[in-house]
Structure formats: structure tokens, C-alpha cells
């Protein structure tokens, strides 16, 4: 079954780093487009950004555009957010999916990403 398994947060300071990563089973990666989602507390789940299946191409909502890099290796059937100079309001679960994950309701752990200083 469709799988995905969200790692790499943690605590960090305000203006830090952070690289998330995200392994993917169950479905012929490379041939998906690939997109990462993020909830906060009390909030609806948001779009972060989204990367084309070759990695060639690449999209991401306007609050992180420039701060934050989408990449993936078809090879390990993995997808990267890179997250650089963090803002307390990035804090939040860090969810990867793909397009008939997110329609059909299936959803990995995500991973917690908390910005406080």
C-alpha cells in the first residue's frame, strides 16, 4: 500500500536550517510529481510547494518561495524540503505526499518542525 515516511525535524532557532526528508512506497515514484504540506495547530493542513517527477521543475506557496527547496532522488524514492532562515510561524507537522495520496486521504506521520527561540 501507499506509504510515506517523514523525518528530519526538530527544534529550531529563529534564522536557522533544517533539511526534511520524506520516503515514498507503494507506487512508481519517478513518475509522480511530488508535494510537501505542512499543518500548524488549530489550522487547516497548507500547501507548501511541489517538485515535477524528473525534479526539473518546482513550485512553492508564496510565504516560503525563496526560503525553502523542494528536490527528490528517484532513485531512493525520496523528496527533500530544505528550510533555510525559519520563521516561528513555519512551525508546524511537515507532511510529503503525491496526487492520488492526497485525494484518496492517505497520509504518512509527518514530522514536527518547531521555530522558538
Known amino acids: 500500500q501507499v506509504q510515506f515516511v517523514e523525518f528530519g525535524g526538530g527544534l529550531v532557532q529563529p534564522g536557522g536550517s533544517l533539511r526534511l526528508s520524506c520516503v515514498a512506497s507503494g507506487f512508481t515514484f519517478s513518475d509522480y510529481a511530488m508535494m510537501w504540506y505542512r499543518q500548524a495547530p488549530g489550522r487547516e493542513r497548507e500547501w507548501v510547494g511541489r517538485?515535477?517527477?524528473?525534479?526539473?521543475?518546482?513550485t512553492y506557496e508564496d510565504s516560503v518561495r525563496g526560503r525553502f527547496t523542494i528536490s527528490r532522488d528517484n532513485r531512493k524514492a525520496m523528496t527533500f524540503l530544505q528550510m533555510n532562515d525559519l520563521k516561528p510561524e513555519d512551525t508546524a507537522v511537515y507532511y510529503c505526499?503525491?496526487?492520488?495520496?492526497?485525494?484518496?486521504?492517505?497520509w504518512g506521520q509527518g514530522t514536527q518542525v518547531t521555530v522558538s527561540s
Open positions: 505526499n503525491y496526487p492520488s495520496g492526497y485525494y484518496g486521504g492517505q
Open positions: 517538485i515535477s517527477p524528473v525534479g526539473d521543475l518546482t
